[in-house]
Structures are given as C-alpha cells and as structure tokens.
C-alpha cells in the first residue's frame, strides 16, 4: 500500500478546517469534503480510517503550535519568557476562527464524542506538558508552590478570563490581536509570579 502523501493530507484537513467554520459539525460530511478538497471518498479513508480519526487530525493540527512552543520551553532557556511564548499560543489557538468552529461543534453535539476527542488531543496533551513547564520555572526558582494544579488553573484563568467565551459568542472585538495576546501572557505570567512567589 503507498504511503500517504503528507501534503495532500493537509490539504484535504485545511479543507475540513474551512468547512468547520462556514457550516459547523453537520456540514463536515465525506462527500462534502470530497468535494471541496476534489478527492475521492477511497481517499478520505485511506487517510483517515473513520470521522473521528479526521476530527482527531483537525484537533491535533490546531494543537501542534502550543505544543512546539511547550517542547521548546522544556528544553532550557529563561521558563518565565517561555511561558509567556506558550500563554501567546494558547491564545491565539483558542481564539482563532478555527479554534472556536471546533469548540462550537463540540459543544453542539449531543453525543459527547467531539468533546471526548477535543479534550484527548487537546487539552490532555497539553496540559501536561504547562504543568512540567510551570514546575521547571520553580526549579529555576521564580516561582513557588507545592501543588502544581492550582498554579495551572490560576495561569488560565489570568490569561484567558472571559476571552474565549466572548469570541464563542461572537462578541465585538473578541479576538485579540497579536499585541493583544503578547499583553495578556506577559501579564498572566506577572501575575502567577506575584501570587505564588518563591518564598
């Protein structure tokens, strides 16, 4: 069996992206990627086995940014201005047309299984990987805590607040521009070093 070429693959999810954000979950059938992408449904399946796998690839493209950002900040370097870096990403993905048409269909569907698969190659990837970052930023000693968990929730919330929930609703404005987002990273990590100082 040939090997899949990976540039047709991201054709075809840019394709599933665009479909995503024009018409939602129910609009991203296999004959209407087809079409769009201009392939035949045999190939649709020899790249992706089912929906759930295509699903899974849209999510996990969106994701492969922060989740360099965060290898990346792992491997040395100053953990404060590397988390800055990564709380950009994060928000840019979490705001961005992409990001929300995924959230929208996850939120829309009765089913749970979008919400299962947004939150396995989502969330739980990257998750794990701010968790070991913020500790490297207390083994650096810039910060102090002796639970990670409430560091985390504490950074997501200073950084994102109402922000995605806005941008959900299509509120004016809600998506921060590039300066914007540089901003609110610079100040959630400000923020996390006041609350939680290395004592």
């Known amino acids: 069996m040939p090997t899949p070429d990976p540039n047709r693959r991201n054709q075809i999810l840019t394709h599933a992206e665009a479909i995503l954000r024009s018409g939602g979950l ?14 035949s449904k045999e190939t649709l399946y020899d790249l992706f086995a089912d929906r759930d796998a295509l699903i899974a690839a849209v999510i996990d493209r969106q994701a492969e940014a922060l989740n360099a950002a965060l290898t990346e900040g792992l491997s040395g370097g100053d953990p404060a201005a590397q988390l800055v870096r990564v709380g ?12 929300l048409a995924i959230n929208r269909a996850a939120l ?11 939150l396995a190659h989502g969330r739980n990837r990257s998750a794990p990987l701010i ?9 650096a000693g810039g910060i102090g805590f002796s639970d990670v968990r409430p560091v985390y929730q504490a950074f997501y919330g200073l950084l994102i607040g109402d922000r995605q929930i806005a941008a959900l609703h ?7 521009s590039q300066a914007e987002r540089r901003a609110a990273a610079e100040w959630a990590v400000a923020g996390l070093a006041r609350l939680f100082p290395n004592a």
């Open 26 to 39: 129910a609009a991203l059938t296999t004959n209407a990627l087809a079409k769009a992408a201009r392939c």
């Open 88 to 99: 950009e990403r994060l928000l840019d993905l979490l705001t961005s047309d992409t990001g």
């Open 108 to 118: 829309g569907d009765p089913s749970g299984r979008w919400s299962a698969l947004l």
């Open 131 to 139: 968790l070991d970052l913020l500790a490297h930023w207390r083994a």
């Open 170 to 176: 299509r509120a004016p404005e809600a998506r921060p």
